[in-house]
């Protein structure tokens, strides 16, 4: 399968347009779905937004929101504000305005606005005009979401990092680009349909995508298709536990490999480090980088251990180890022909990996076996959930 990612210029959509007449799959990121006026309203959402995209505490939020009523509690509109919208709404349009005294100091930096930011999708419409093709001919568009997405209602029933609860994600799409159906699946599980259809695992029956960022997402591909069980909710990977009565998980169990394994985990584990050098007056370059920018990432510890750093290396030693500890346990049960690994800490590459397949070498049960499941790193970075979506159709 070919396909191309946009927004892009003009000699992309012809690209684009001649993909499509072919046949074939055409991507393009909608708004994020991350900003909704919900999750502005609640500071550990927010929170969780800023550790996945390794953002500043002091950067505010640019608030995405689908419907005026999400505005209601979230900022006061004013006259002005009431104009622009009516003319322009929904459109590429962003509005400074007025927080309200419900906003956490956390979404605007301790600001005294909100920016809001209406959704559109120009680049659908150009698309379609370039190809020649009616808005009431498109077949479908797909969405990846996180949570629990039930593809037969086109509703996101459930996440436990983003505050959605039987959120109509479809419906609401519709409103801004009415086509004849909205398809929706979760996040990680498109991510691991476009592995399959033109990534690391293209080729392959059978397949496993493991994606490491604000969680630990999974995904899971038989014959073609994404299994996600009677329910919608399969392939919560993340959400097996690994240390019985170990590190809190947002979904309110302990232990889950999300904790140990996800980036928001090992920022965790370097702040915990960190903590603990300052207490007992161990040196590290750890301590340093959090002294001068008041904050850790998920770069900092490997950074740290590739200058030689005792202690960073003592904790991505850590990290390494529970990463392929769940990793094992994935391949023990479904035995795919390919597990990829998705996420910005596998922008370590070998330095991640290498350690990595040692110990699952050692570990699998299949490890004496001329069959074995081959561990790749992810091929479609950033755009494998958007391709993902945009093959839920085929």
């Known amino acids: 399968m070919d396909t191309i990612c946009l927004p892009a210029g003009e000699e992309s959509l012809k690209q684009a347009a001649a993909l499509l007449r072919a046949g074939q799959v055409v991507a393009f990121p909608t708004e994020t779905v991350y900003g909704l006026g919900a999750d502005a309203l609640n500071g550990e959402a927010v929170r969780a937004i800023f550790a ?3 953002r500043p505490a002091d950067n505010p939020l640019i608030v995405h929101v689908a419907e005026r009523s999400q505005l209601d509690g979230l900022c006061r509109v004013t006259d002005t504000a009431e104009t622009l919208m009516d003319a322009f709404w929904p459109g590429p349009l962003t509005l400074l305005l007025m927080k309200t005294d419900k906003v956490p100091s956390v979404t605007t930096a301790g600001l005294p606005s909100v920016a809001v930011r209406c959704p559109s999708h120009p680049v659908a419409h150009a698309l379609l ?39 109509p994600i479809a419906d609401v799409f519709k409103s801004f680009l009415p086509v004849k159906q909205v398809l929706i699946e979760n996040d990680a599980n498109a991510a691991a349909l476009a592995e399959a259809l033109s990534g690391a695992a293209k080729g392959t029956k059978k397949s496993v995508m493991i994606t490491l960022g604000t969680g630990v997402g999974g995904g899971i591909v038989i014959d073609g298709k994404v299994y996600s069980g009677f329910n919608h909710a399969a392939g919560e990977l993340g959400h097996t536990v690994i240390e019985k009565g170990g590190r809190p998980c947002s979904c309110g169990r302990r232990g889950c490999w999300e904790a140990y394994s996800s980036a928001t985990g090992l920022i965790n584990m370097t702040r915990e480090k960190v903590n603990e050098c300052k207490i007992k007056g161990i040196p590290s370059l750890m301590v340093d980088e959090f002294d001068a ?29 529970y990463l392929a500890c769940g990793l094992t346990n994935m391949i ?63």
């Open 52 to 54: 996945a995209k390794e």
């Open 129 to 167: 005009k370039e190809c020649g093709i009616p808005l009431d001919e498109v077949a479908s568009v797909g969405i990846a979401t996180p949570g629990t997405a039930n593809s037969d209602t086109g509703v996101v029933e459930y996440s436990n990092n983003i505050p959605f609860f039987r959120f």
């Open 293 to 321: 920018n008041g904050r850790v990432s998920a770069r900092t510890a490997f950074s740290a251990m590739k200058q030689g750093d005792a202690v960073g290396t003592e904790v991505v030693r850590e990290y390494i180890e």
């Open 332 to 394: 023990n049960v479904f035995q795919p022909e390919v597990l990829s690994i998705g996420g910005g800490i596998c922008n370590e590459g070998d330095t991640l990996l290498k350690p990595l397949l040692e110990i699952i070498k050692t570990e699998q049960y299949t490890r004496k076996s001329p069959d074995k499941c081959a561990v790749k790193i992810a091929e479609l970075g950033n755009d494998a959930g958007i391709i993902g979506a945009a093959g839920l159709g085929l």
